[in-house]
């Protein structure tokens, strides 16, 4: 699916040499050759390289060259130098000595191999090693005080950590290469501007990158699926190309209506997250085995480490050893509730409050929880995940289950597609409206019905159980076997 997200934008940059910015001074050999060398095709090459002892600007692109033909002429004070769309196999050791040298363009040439001796160029800002057959970027490389780094169209593998240290980079081109990772020393950057990433192997974002000032960002043509919800940092963005790649978050829809709606969908996906994180929302507690495991031996004051239990969507016992250095066999633990809506010590507020008492209750909730489960698994004879409040807050399943029940109970039910994984909360809605309204018609009494915000905020996985219950235990017509959800 093909997808950008770009204000303004008519497409990807090729190269980042012709952008420009108020406190760079940026170097364009296509405007040199125009305002300096009008006739540069007419010209002879030494004519070429006369001019460039005068004007300190060197010129000789697109000559088909194979050996630098400047070794009889006094160059060392060039300051910008167009070696592009020649035949070298390396870049001239010459060249390497220009102290002064703040621009140099090898685009097009057959380079294989930075030397070691472009690090006296202590000058150089500008540095286009662009369509080359470089496969390695040289650790020393990024030693030299560079704004614009163009490598784009080469064989590069991946990027050196010590990126990291190119601290006045603005401009960064390394698209059309293979690479695969990142490395987040990328993250150091704090002048970097524009990124081009396009045509790689990539197919994660790393963080680090939102900590960047970036203006432009393009990563078309790679294998990311997902952009991090914290790139919503970025607040200086101002065009960003995604097209190309098998995104999944932010859903395919989002990102064809651009860069405004790409951030209020991260801005959303990271309020679910705090609010997750605020109530104790742990996804690493929800797992499947507890339930079972919910047995007597908890109500024993002998445990034999500190635990984080999950019981239900609302309610968590937290257990934590006193004194962890004490080894008798019956070591005390302090048990305090949690719950959703508000956070309380029960012994302390409630006289009557025994331990054994809460335990009790929370395990028989648990063990309508499970009942829950085994109803919907056997009768639909799917397999939910752990945990089971999610999977049911869309409301496909429970239709599911009323038209399994009595067919077409539910007459539309929405299902999430692979263009759109996760239904909206109105469509949401609408599936556990329809599900409440046809257990209603097929004879669930009133008592027995939970509300729509049980199921929509999974603030009532009990009551839920209650009215599946009440629903599988109506006499059915014929049975149905459900082939697929």
Known sequence: MKMAASQGAVGPATALQGQHYLNVA??????MQQQQHPLHTARSLERALEDAVCSGML???GRKLRDYPGLNYDLTDTTQADLSKNRFCEIPPEVCMFAPLESLNLYHNCIKVVPEAIINLQMLTYLNISRNQLSVLPKFLFNLPLKVLVVSNNKLLSIPEEIGKAKDLMELDISCNEIQVLPTQMGKLLALRELNIRRNCLQVLP?????LPLIRLDFSCNKITEIPISYRKLKQLQHIVLD???MQSPPAQICLKGKIHIFKYLNLQACRLDKKTDTLDLPSLGKRCLPQQLTDRYLQPCLSSSCLCYFSKHTYILTTTIDSTFRAPYCQHLFVTFSRGNQKDFSSTDPSFTMRRKMEHLREEM??????????ESRLKVLLPDDVGAALMDGVVLCHLANHI???SVASIHVPSPAVPKLSMAKCRRNVENFLDACKKLGVPQDKLCLPHHILEERGLVKVGVTVQALLELPSSKPNQLSTI
């Open 406 to 408: 009595r067919p077409r």
């Open 244 to 246: 190309n790649n098998p």
């Open 367 to 376: 063990e309508q929880i499970r009942l829950l489960r085994q109803n919907l």
């Open 59 to 61: 010129n000789i692109s």
């Open 26 to 31: 940026h170097w364009n050999p296509g405007v």
């Open 207 to 211: 963080d680090e990158l939102s900590d």
